[in-house]
T-cell receptor
Framework: EDQVTQSPEALRLQEGESSSLNCSYTVSGLRGLFWYRQDPGKGPEFLFTLYSAGEEKEKERLKATLTKKESFLHITAPKPEDSATYLCAVHITGNQFYFGTGTSLTVIP | NAGVMQNPRHLVRRRGQEARLRCSPMKGHSHVYWYRQLPEEGLKFMVYLQKENIIDESGMPKERFSAEFPKEGPSILRIQQVVRGDSAAYFC??????????FGPGTRLTVT
C-alpha cells in the first residue's frame, strides 16, 4: 500500500499560470514532510520541511502547506526555469523516509 | 561548503561483477542514507548509517548488498555479483540529524 501519493503525475502550465501540486499520505506518526525538486539526471534538491498541520513555508514562487492528510505545493506565476519534477517525502516514526513518485512540471514560455 | 559527492557518476558492470558506489557527505553531517531510483518509480530507501554504524538496513536486499560508513573516508554501497535488475540510479543523502536530507548527484549503474 502506497504511503505517499502525488498528483497529478504531470502538469503543463503556461508561464504565469499559477497552480498547486498535491501530496497525500496515509501514515501515522508523521515526524516531517519534505518537498524536493529534481532536475533530469540530478539528485533531489531540498526545498521545504513541514512538521505540523497548519504550517506554511515560502521560497520565491513556491509555497508549501500541510494538513493532517496532505500537503500542497503552490506555484505562483511560474517561469520556465521552474520546470522539474517535484517530490514529496514523509518521515514517520523510525528511520525511513518514504518518497512519492513525483509530479513532472513543465512551464511553457 | 561542498555538497554531497558521489562517485563514480556512471558505472557499467557485467553480470556477476562487483559494483562499489562511494558517497562523501556534506561537512559536519554524520548521517548517511542510500536510495535506489528506477525509471517511473520513486526513491526507495535502502539503508541508513551513522559513522561506523548501520542504523537501519531494512530496505536493502539481504543478499549481495552491503553498506558501510567508516570512521574515516566515504560511505560505500557494495553490490556483489550484479544482475541486470540492479541497473538503476543510486542516490546518497546526508543529514545533520534525522530531518532534511541533502542529496548527491547519484551514480547511474548499468549492468550489461
Amino acid at each position: 500500500e502506497d504511503q505517499v501519493t502525488q498528483s497529478p503525475e504531470a502538469l503543463r502550465l503556461q508561464e504565469g499560470e499559477s497552480s498547486s501540486l498535491n501530496c497525500s499520505y496515509t501514515v501515522s506518526g508523521l515526524r516531517g514532510l519534505f518537498w524536493y525538486r529534481q532536475d533530469p539526471g540530478k539528485g533531489p534538491e531540498f526545498l521545504f520541511t513541514l512538521y505540523s498541520a497548519g504550517e506554511e513555508k515560502e521560497k520565491e514562487r513556491l509555497k508549501a502547506t500541510l494538513t493532517k492528510k496532505e500537503s500542497f505545493l503552490h506555484i505562483t506565476a511560474p517561469k520556465p526555469e521552474d520546470s522539474a519534477t517535484y517530490l514529496c517525502a514523509v518521515h514517520i516514526t523510525g528511520n525511513q523516509f518514504y518518497f512519492g513518485t513525483g509530479t513532472s512540471l513543465t512551464v511553457i514560455p | 561548503n561542498a555538497g554531497v559527492m558521489q562517485n563514480p557518476r556512471h558505472l557499467v558492470r557485467r553480470r556477476g561483477q562487483e559494483a562499489r558506489l562511494r558517497c562523501s557527505p556534506m561537512k559536519g553531517h554524520s548521517h548517511v542514507y542510500w536510495y535506489r531510483q528506477l525509471p517511473e518509480e520513486g526513491l526507495k530507501f535502502m539503508v541508513y548509517l551513522q559513522k561506523e554504524n548501520i542504523i537501519d538496513e531494512s530496505g536493502m536486499p539481504k543478499e549481495r548488498f552491503s553498506a558501510e560508513f567508516p570512521k574515516e573516508g566515504p560511505s560505500i554501497l557494495r553490490i556483489q555479483q550484479v544482475v541486470r535488475g540492479d541497473s538503476a540510479a543510486y542516490f546518497c543523502a546526508s543529514s545533520p540529524g534525522r530531518n532534511e536530507q541533502y542529496f548527491g548527484p547519484g551514480t547511474r549503474l548499468t549492468v550489461t
